[in-house]
């Protein structure tokens, strides 16, 4: 067993994917910092995306081989056998895996939680591991059948509480798109003692009982101080932003999903119609369908430093995809947002800042079990649902106010160097010991098994009254 001062070999697994290997970077950073010597596994295919800002942390690369897949045929593969892309790309991963920490036994395994080749691979090799979950707890209510504890109610010496019904629910219910087997490595992992970092803030997640095993690190981000000086070598946005005393609305749609021509018509002519200053990270093929390149008033880029830019006091709104690091960082900068969420998570996203107070809808959404990246349609999304979205947010001093709120509460949570400590608590103790014991009694369910088994009784029950 490692001691307290000894260094540490520490395996990082991620698929090649921003939105979850970002989050297990900022990770990488703090741990090389303290010494230890940390590798990023990561698929082949990523490579030239990722290489130098794993580097960059400190850490080195080890690309695994992919046996000639490439991100076009793990999706076909993934559509021709059922399976989530997720179980694909870790199916693929695991050889290789394999491999490599049989040649370099790591002390313990960092993990993106949709990596489940680390689960894999750490159970079948007795590792210690850590995952990371960028994302709300209720997700892995989701994912592993978890009871929501706001729910319960104590009577008659029985505590009870129940699943709420969602749109994931459903789709993991009906086993469309490989959830319930992409889902089943990582409820066990954590039934075995994973240790399970999840980076939200409460107050944005409701307060409840968790596992010993669940530690809310909050966003794992730089210091606010040093993200605001990261800005100042960006000249030309910088004087942008100066430029506009009643502040400035930054959009972000990520990096996967690719926006329609009208998409794109709509959110400018709608901010153009609210009258204001925008900055806006678009891709640059995507440019060709603005009605106007050259207005005064937006800043197009194909790149921004988002972090960092959050930051800047003249970002007053933050319209938003809904991806959960881009939330974190966009709350521990204090700024609300209006919600435009595309697949996934994000629509669950989009409706909890909603009832949190810090959010609007940008229109119509999608439910997120929609099976594709950009399921809007036209007349979802107008011009003026946009502008009335944006005035609303940015004329309700409500919305900054909880955003203000959120972002002070971030700072209860010890942030990456908390996640970082436990990472090091898992590689010199193990996690056998906040392993719970009733996790898999208590787990997997679903709220439609209950609602079918309530429309068989209420059927029985029907058919015995007619008989009287």
């Given at each position: 067993?490692?001691?307290?001062?000894?260094?540490?070999?520490?395996?990082?697994v991620s698929?090649h994917?921003?939105?979850?290997?970002a989050p297990?970077?900022?990770?990488?950073?703090?741990?090389?910092k303290?010494?230890h010597?940390v590798?990023?596994?990561?698929?082949?295919?990523g490579?030239?995306?990722f290489?130098k800002?794993?580097k960059?942390?400190?850490?080195?690369?080890?690309?695994l081989?992919m046996q000639g897949?490439s991100?076009?045929?793990i999706?076909?593969?993934?559509t021709?056998?059922?399976?989530?892309?997720?179980?694909v790309i870790?199916?693929?991963?695991?050889?290789?895996?394999?491999k490599e920490?049989?040649q370099?036994?790591?002390d313990?395994?960092l993990?993106?939680?949709?990596s489940?080749a680390g689960?894999?691979?750490t159970?079948?090799?007795k590792?210690?591991?850590v995952l990371n979950?960028?994302?709300?707890?209720?997700?892995m209510q989701?994912i592993c059948g978890?009871?929501d504890?706001?729910?319960g109610v104590?009577?008659?010496?029985?505590?009870l509480?129940?699943?709420?019904f969602?749109?994931?629910?459903?789709?993991?219910w009906?086993?469309?798109?490989?959830?319930?087997?992409w889902?089943?490595?990582?409820r066990n992992?954590v039934?075995?003692?994973?240790?399970?970092?999840?980076q939200t803030?409460?107050?944005?997640?409701?307060?409840?009982?968790i596992y010993p095993?669940f530690?809310?690190?909050?966003?794992?981000?730089?210091?606010?101080?040093?993200l605001r000086?990261?800005?100042a070598?960006h000249?030309?946005l910088?004087?942008?932003?100066r430029?506009?005393?009643?502040?400035?609305?930054?959009?972000?749609?990520g990096?996967l999903?690719?926006?329609?021509a009208w998409?794109v018509?709509v959110i400018?002519?709608?901010?153009?119609?609210a009258?204001?200053r925008v900055?806006?990270?678009?891709?640059?093929?995507k440019?060709?369908?603005?009605p106007?390149?050259?207005?005064?008033?937006f800043?197009?880029?194909k790149?921004?430093?988002?972090?960092?830019?959050?930051?800047?006091p003249?970002?007053k709104?933050?319209i938003?995809?809904?991806g959960?690091?881009?939330?974190?960082e966009t709350?521990?900068?204090?700024?609300?947002?209006?919600?435009?969420p595309f697949f996934?998570?994000q629509?669950?996203?989009a409706?909890?800042?909603?009832?949190?107070?810090?959010?609007e809808?940008?229109?119509?959404?999608p439910?997120g079990?929609?099976?594709?990246?950009?399921?809007?349609?036209e007349?979802w999304i107008?011009?003026?649902?946009?502008?009335?979205?944006?005035?609303?947010?940015?004329?309700?001093?409500?919305?900054?106010?909880k955003?203000?709120?959120l972002?002070i509460?971030?700072?209860?949570t010890?942030?990456?160097?908390?996640?970082a400590?436990?990472?090091?608590?898992?590689?010199?103790?193990?996690?056998?010991?906040v392993?719970p014991e009733?996790?898999?009694?208590?787990t997997?369910?679903n709220?439609?098994?209950?609602?079918?088994?309530g429309?068989?009784l209420c059927?029985?029950g029907?058919?015995?009254?007619?008989l009287?």
């Amino acid at each position: 067993m490692a001691g307290d001062k000894e260094k540490l070999s520490i395996a990082v697994v991620s698929m090649h994917k921003q939105g979850h290997l970002a989050p297990v970077l900022y990770l990488c950073s703090e741990l090389c910092k303290r010494g230890h010597q940390v590798c990023v596994y990561m698929p082949e295919i990523g490579k030239n995306d990722f290489e130098k800002k794993i580097k960059e942390t400190g850490a080195a690369l080890v690309a695994l081989d992919m046996q000639g897949y490439s991100d076009e045929t793990i999706k076909s593969t993934a559509t021709a056998s059922r399976k989530h892309v997720f179980t694909v790309i870790s199916n693929l991963m695991c050889p290789a895996l394999r491999k490599e920490f049989s040649q370099k036994r790591p002390d313990v395994v960092l993990a993106d939680f949709a990596s489940i080749a680390g689960c894999l691979i750490t159970e079948e090799m007795k590792l210690p591991l850590v995952l990371n979950m960028p994302g709300p707890l209720s997700l892995m209510q989701v994912i592993c059948g978890l009871p929501d504890t706001s729910t319960g109610v104590n009577c008659f010496g029985l505590h009870l509480a129940r699943q709420r019904f969602s749109a994931s629910t459903l789709v993991k219910w009906l086993g469309l798109g490989g959830l319930t087997e992409w889902g089943k490595p990582l409820r066990n992992a954590v039934g075995r003692g994973a240790m399970v970092l999840v980076q939200t803030i409460w107050g944005l997640d409701k307060p409840m009982p968790i596992y010993p095993n669940f530690i809310v690190t909050g966003p794992v981000l730089p210091p606010a101080a040093a993200l605001r000086d990261g800005l100042a070598k960006h000249v030309e946005l910088q004087r942008f932003l100066r430029a506009a005393p009643e502040g400035v609305v930054y959009v972000t749609t990520g990096s996967l999903v690719k926006l329609e021509a009208w998409q794109v018509r709509v959110i400018f002519n709608g901010l153009k119609k609210a009258k204001c200053r925008v900055v806006w990270s678009l891709k640059e093929e995507k440019q060709e369908f603005l009605p106007s390149k050259e207005d005064p008033d937006f800043f197009i880029s194909k790149w921004l430093p988002q972090a960092e830019l959050l930051q800047d006091p003249a970002i007053k709104l933050v319209i938003t995809h809904c991806g959960w690091g881009g939330i974190m960082e966009t709350l521990i900068a204090g700024k609300p947002m209006v919600a435009v969420p595309f697949f996934g998570d994000q629509p669950q996203n989009a409706k909890l800042i909603q009832q949190r107070g810090l959010a609007e809808l940008i229109g119509r959404i999608p439910t997120g079990a929609e099976g594709t990246l950009n399921p809007y349609k036209e007349g979802w999304i107008t011009e003026d649902s946009v502008c009335s979205a944006v005035t609303k947010v940015m004329n309700t001093p409500s919305y900054a106010a909880k955003a203000a709120e959120l972002m002070i509460a971030s700072g209860a949570t010890g942030g990456v160097a908390t996640a970082a400590q436990h990472v090091e608590w898992a590689a010199r103790y193990g996690t056998s010991h906040v392993k719970p014991e009733n996790f898999s009694y208590f787990t997997g369910s679903n709220p439609f098994n209950g609602l079918v088994v309530g429309l068989g009784l209420c059927a029985v029950g029907l058919c015995k009254l007619s008989l009287f």
